[in-house]
Structures are given as structure tokens and as C-alpha cells.
């Protein structure tokens, strides 16, 4: 599945990259258009390197990956490829680490931080926004989404970690139940803890705290 969905993306990428130098040459500047289209490729083919490290999460031989990530970036870098892919939703952020402190989290860390912003504008209405904060207190790193959900659910937070799991919200939308699964799976390989809080007015509350790798 990898090799097939690849294949065609090289395809568009090769073309892109064409036009691109051809406007290049030409002392053209850069169609906006031919930008997106990159960037909506290497955000496919990052979407495919997800999807792959779910399916060795599913596998109880495969330890996970210790490579380290730069957490402020990470963070950035993630919310600003969402927005590609929801560009009428708002996502604000709020960033509580330093600049010159070394934050690095153990990897997969993306995967879920995309996996909470996916569910967070999955399940809220269009009007709403998702809110994204990020800071490192005392070697931990507490990410925390949040979202208003479409409706209520009745289903006790901890059930939905489980496998194959939806929430009564989720009813009518694509998915398999194993986002919020995946995400606890890695947060708790790399000695962490993640929490689901239901609050009035119909707000979810996802934190995540995650030791810092040595």
C-alpha cells in the first residue's frame, strides 16, 4: 500500500518540481498554487509515514522509535501542516517554552499531536476553533488540546483509549477508533501519562505530560 500510494504522488511531485524550475528560469516568481501542491504531497507522504508507525504500534514485537524531537518545532510545524489540510478551521496555539532551551520529546510524539488535532476538528463544529498549548515544567512536557465537540457523549473517558472505541459524537464520520488508542499507546511507552476531561458547555480537554528524553 505504501509503494502504491507513493508512486502517484512521485508522479505529481515530479511534475510540480518541473514547473517550478521552469518559472524559475524564467525569472518567474513562484506560483502560489504549485506551492500548495508541494506542500499537500509532503504532507500526504508524512499522512503515509503515520499511517505505517500505526501499523507497528499494532504489532507487540516493535518496541516504538526513541528518535529525539525539538519539541517548540514540532509543535509548530505540526499545527501549521494541519492547517493545510483544514485551511477553513482556526487552530490557535499557545507556546509556554523557552526558545533556548533544549526541549527534545521522544519521536512519534507527532503522530500524536496530529492524532489530537485531527480528532479535536473532526468532532467540532465548523465555526469553532481548536486551541493548542505546549510547556515544560520541570523536565515534563504538558500538551494540552481542546475543542467544543458537536454534541454530547455519554461514554466514560477512559473507555474511549480503547481499541476500536467511538464516541456517540462520532457517528456519521470516517474513522476506526484507534486515534485516541494510538496516542496512549506511545505516550505511555515513553513513560508518560494522557487524560480526557469533559467539561460544560460541551468542551474536551486532551493533556498529554511526557518526559523530556535525556
Not at 15 to 32: A, C, H, K, T, W
Not at 178 to 190: D, M, N, S, T, Y
Request: include cysteine.
Amino acid at each position: 500500500m505504501s509503494h502504491d500510494y507513493r508512486a502517484p504522488l512521485a508522479v505529481i511531485k515530479g511534475n510540480v518540481d518541473l514547473i517550478s524550475r521552469v518559472e524559475r528560469e524564467e525569472g518567474r516568481s513562484e506560483d502560489p498554487s504549485v506551492i500548495k501542491i508541494q506542500r499537500a504531497v509532503k504532507r500526504l507522504n508524512e499522512l503515509m509515514d503515520v499511517s505505517l508507525a500505526k501499523s507497528r504500534l499494532l504489532r507487540d514485537d516493535d518496541p516504538g522509535h526513541a528518535t529525539e524531537l525539538e519539541v517548540r518545532q514540532l509543535v509548530q510545524e505540526q499545527v501549521a501542516a494541519v492547517r493545510l489540510l483544514w485551511p477553513d478551521r482556526t487552530i490557535d496555539i499557545e507556546m509556554g517554552v523557552n526558545h533556548d532551551e533544549p526541549s527534545p520529546v521522544a519521536g512519534l510524539f507527532d503522530i500524536v499531536l496530529y492524532n489530537l488535532l485531527d480528532n479535536a476538528l473532526k468532532y467540532s463544529p465548523q465555526d469553532t476553533s481548536v486551541t493548542v498549548s505546549c510547556a515544560v515544567r520541570d523536565r515534563v512536557v504538558a500538551l494540552c488540546v481542546s475543542n467544543v465537540t458537536l454534541s454530547d457523549f455519554h461514554e466514560q473517558s477512559e473507555r474511549l483509549f480503547e481499541q476500536f472505541i467511538r464516541g456517540g459524537n462520532a457517528v456519521g464520520s470516517a474513522g476506526a477508533g484507534l486515534g485516541l488508542w494510538v496516542v496512549q499507546q506511545i505516550v505511555e511507552r515513553h513513560g508518560g501519562q494522557v487524560f480526557l476531561k469533559r467539561l460544560k458547555n460541551r468542551k474536551v480537554i486532551v493533556d498529554v505530560l511526557l518526559p523530556l528524553s535525556s
